[in-house]
């Protein structure tokens, strides 16, 4: 069974002619949620990887358990004033403004391998910035993984320019 099939479409959300692409019927379905930690494993089980970045905060739900599984550290990513302790950040553009995302300045030493995961790629503008963050830490991203790709929006595309290869575990056509 496709992992698409698990994933629920809300349409009109959160506004008028948005698909949204819903991933807690894959998250509350045992099948659905082993069948994409079990790819991912599969897939980076013979990489190097020193940590797992993820991204605030539907990401912390994929890389964590996948941490746990490749005995790799985690290194979690969150909006702007949510991590407690000495932080650097790195600013993106949304559709309406920007917005900031941080890490702590001691999750990621210099060389350090990292596997960036996140629920969903659309337009790629988050990805891109923790994809900078890491790299201002001296990490090297090994790949971006995501459980979802929006392809039509270009976030892979937008990856791939700043030399970023990309993964998804299912993609759906449209927004």
Known sequence: MSL???????????QKGVKFRDITTLLHN?????TAIDQ??????????????????R??????P??????TGLVLIR?????????????YDMEYGTSTIEVHTDAISPGNRILLIDDLIATGG??????????????EVVECAFLVNLPELGGNERLREIGC???????????
């Open 4 to 14: 698409t099939s698990y994933i629920r479409t809300i349409p009109d959300y959160p």
């Open 30 to 34: 045992p099948v659905g949620l082993r």
């Open 40 to 57: 991912l494993v599969e897939r980076y089980r013979n990489i190097p990887i020193d940590h797992i970045a993820v991204i605030e905060s």
């Open 59 to 64: 990401g912390f739900l994929l890389g964590a």
């Open 66 to 71: 996948l941490a746990y599984l490749m005995n």
């Open 79 to 91: 909006k702007k004033g949510k991590l407690p302790a000495a932080t650097i950040g790195e600013d």
């Open 126 to 139: 988050t990805a891109e910035a923790a994809v900078k963050l890491i790299r201002k830490c001296g990490g």
């Open 165 to 175: 290869p990309t993964f998804s575990l299912c993609a759906f056509d449209g927004e």
